[in-house]
């Protein structure tokens, strides 16, 4: 095997698994962003979806010139008909993925909305649940405490209240 074709090898392997669903996958994804606490996992799975979703269009393009071009067609080097869709694909996507964002890092994408009362709430809920608990416990352990628990139960029951209005408004939204 000579150089030539080796390197006809490896842009080959890159067209049919690589390069049109990594293109896709950023046209799809431009919010992933591969540095940061979730960078590991995010080029983890944007590398698998590249692949997965590569091998998937070439099968689809392959099936579709099949049926298509006159008298079949042969996947070779002589008959590029499926690198050449392949190519058309990714240099689609590609520019999709530049139109939103995904290979640019100086224009943030951003987050997907929040349905309302999602995140916070739960937190809301989380810490109302504590400030029950917290009163609970003064209640059962506060009477050998005398005015100071009845204190600390006051303010825990006003900050409970507090925080389930918080929470409804949330949830209101």
Same mark, same amino acid.
């Given at each position: 095997?000579?150089?030539?074709? *080796?390197?006809?090898?490896?842009?080959?392997?890159?067209?049919?698994?690589?390069?049109?669903?990594?293109?896709?996958?950023?046209?799809?994804?431009?919010?992933?962003?591969?540095?940061?606490?979730?960078?590991?996992?995010?080029?983890? =799975?944007?590398?698998?979806?590249?692949?997965?979703?590569?091998?998937?269009?070439? %099968? %689809?393009?392959?099936?579709? *010139?099949?049926?298509?071009? $006159?008298?079949?067609?042969?996947?070779?080097?002589?008959?590029?008909?499926?690198?050449?869709?392949?190519?058309?694909?990714?240099? %689609?996507?590609?520019?999709?993925?530049? %139109?939103?964002?995904?290979?640019?890092?100086?224009?943030?994408? $951003?987050?997907?909305?929040?349905?309302?009362?999602?995140?916070?709430?739960?937190?809301?809920?989380?810490?109302?649940?504590?400030?029950?608990?917290?009163?609970?416990?003064?209640?059962?352990?506060?009477?050998?405490?005398?005015?100071?628990?009845?204190?600390? *139960?006051?303010?825990?029951?006003?900050?409970?209240?507090?925080?389930?209005?918080?929470? =409804?408004? =949330?949830?209101?939204?």
């Amino acid at each position: 095997m000579g150089p030539v074709d *080796l390197v006809s090898a490896v842009a080959g392997g890159l067209l049919l698994f690589v390069v049109p669903g990594l293109t896709v996958a950023r046209a799809l994804f431009p919010e992933w962003r591969f540095r940061g606490p979730d960078g590991l996992r995010r080029s983890l =799975e944007t590398a698998t979806l590249a692949f997965v979703l590569s091998v998937g269009l070439t %099968v %689809v393009v392959g099936t579709a *010139l099949l049926g298509l071009a $006159p008298g079949g067609f042969a996947a070779s080097w002589g008959d590029p008909l499926l690198e050449a869709a392949l190519a058309a694909i990714a240099l %689609v996507a590609f520019v999709a993925g530049v %139109v939103r964002g995904a290979y640019s890092e100086r224009v943030p994408v $951003p987050p997907p909305p929040v349905e309302p009362g999602s995140e916070r709430a739960w937190e809301l809920g989380r810490t109302l649940d504590a400030t029950r608990a917290r009163a609970a416990a003064l209640r059962r352990d506060g009477a050998a405490a005398g005015s100071d628990a009845d204190r600390q *139960l006051q303010e825990l029951a006003a900050r409970s209240d507090a925080v389930a209005r918080a929470r =409804e408004e =949330e949830y209101a939204r």
